[in-house]
T-cell receptor, first 115, second 116 residues
Framework: NAGVTQTPKFQVLKTGQSMTLQCAQD?????MYWYRQDPGMGLRLIYY???????DKGEVPNGYNVSRLNKREFSLRLESAAPSQTSVYFC??????????????FGPGTRLTVL | AQKITQTQPGMFVQEKEAVTLDCTYD???????LFWYKQPSSGEMIFLIY??????QNATEGRYSLNFQKARKSANLVISASQLGDSAMYFC?????????????FGDGTTLTVKP
């Protein structure tokens, strides 16, 4: 099992360019998440998908869109990249068991730089 | 107000000694979960340990244990017999409520350096 995979690993964009970050999981998890991690800080939730066909905003959704393509895949799109979106992006997934015991498992991250 | 507070930006410990990383949290929910993750310099996030708010005993996983003090709203991570490979950033996180796919809140992390 690969767990959670993300592509690309690194990306450099110019201001105004668009791109899509891909995420896939092979653990048959119901829920998937996108976080960003700025230097020296913890993770902040951008969007999440509780189950296939649903998406909801997290703490910092502005400037992003998401698509839950199927149960395995959850993509994050930057329509018009800005330097403030320079960050490391993590995708995560969880079983979505009822209650707070639902552990999230993370992908390796995508390091994005916007010039 | 921050929901997860990690007051130690950096910690040092001698190899083979124990170290405690602090985490305090704020919630009005009765049902919640507390998690610790390790992030080595390679960047991946590794799940270490979980404690539920209704768990009566402190969680343990190998050399990791969680010192859970509910009344004080603290969930400190204890690493026993530190190893050089424990040098990393450590994040405390909380998941609130009794709902599916609840949001998790992360602290800003503590950087642990293990000295030989």
């Amino acid at each position: 099992n690969a767990g959670v995979t993300q592509t690309p690993k690194f990306q450099v964009l110019k201001t105004g360019q668009s791109m899509t970050l891909q995420c896939a999981q092979d653990m048959n998890h119901n829920s998937m998440y996108w976080y960003r991690q700025d230097p020296g800080m913890g993770l902040r939730l951008i969007y999440y998908s509780a189950s296939e066909g649903t998406t909801d905003k997290g703490e910092v959704p502005n400037g992003y869109n998401v698509s839950r393509l199927n149960k395995r895949e959850f993509s994050l799109r930057l329509e018009s990249a800005a330097p403030s979106q320079t960050s490391v992006y993590f995708c995560a997934s969880s079983e979505a068991r009822s209650g707070p015991t639902d552990t999230q498992y993370f992908g390796p991250g995508t390091r994005l730089t916007v010039l | 107000a921050q929901k997860i507070t990690q007051t130690q930006p950096g910690m040092f410990v001698q190899e083979k000694e124990a170290v405690t990383l602090d985490c305090t949290y704020d919630t009005s929910d009765q049902s919640y979960g507390l998690f610790w993750y390790k992030q080595p310099s390679s960047g991946e996030m590794i799940f270490l340990i979980y404690q539920g708010s209704y768990d009566e005993q402190n969680a343990t996983e190998g050399r990791y244990s969680l010192n859970f003090q509910k009344a004080r709203k603290s969930a400190n991570l204890v690493i026993s017999a530190s190893q050089l490979g424990d040098s990393a950033m450590y994040f405390c996180a909380m998941r609130e409520g009794d709902t599916n796919a609840g949001k998790s809140t992360f602290g800003d992390g503590t950087t642990l350096t293990v000295k030989p």
